[in-house]
């Protein structure tokens, strides 16, 4: 499958952005989808997961109650909604898909990458 990540940009502190990740290629509905996320600096890091069927969702501790992860199968689309941002969020977002087991929050679990977009988070 190929991931197109794309709706970054630059962004005032308590603003709001929306990711978008679009999927080609073999059947969307069967991947686990993700988003983590790689400061400079730093390793990439969790962020977002939702399951399969979007039954289940999941969230890093810095990111509940400001971040929503939603999908939708027809059209091959995972999402990211970004509210109330901070600086500390600035990095570059990516998605990715997991067609196995293995922790939603681990970076090893995901068969499938897309490029990145940057999320730029001004004070």
């Known amino acids: ?21 679009a999927t080609s290629g073999r059947t969307f509905s069967r991947y686990d ?15 977002a997961a939702i ?16 971040f929503t992860i939603s999908r939708d199968n027809a059209k091959r689309t995972v999402w990211l909604r970004m509210n109330s941002l901070k600086p500390e969020d600035t990095a570059v977002y990516y998605c990715a898909a997991k067609d196995s087991g293995g922790s939603y929050d681990m970076v090893g679990s995901y ?12 004070s």
């Open 1 to 21: 499958v190929q991931l197109q990540a794309s709706g970054g940009g630059l962004v005032q502190a308590g603003g709001s952005l929306r990711l978008s990740c």
């Open 33 to 47: 989808m993700g988003w983590f996320r790689q400061a400079p600096g730093k390793e990439r890091a969790f962020v």
């Open 51 to 66: 399951s399969w069927s979007g039954g289940s969702t999941y969230y890093a501790d810095s990111v509940k109650g400001r």
């Open 111 to 122: 068969d499938y990458w897309g490029q990145g977009t940057l999320v730029t988070v001004s």
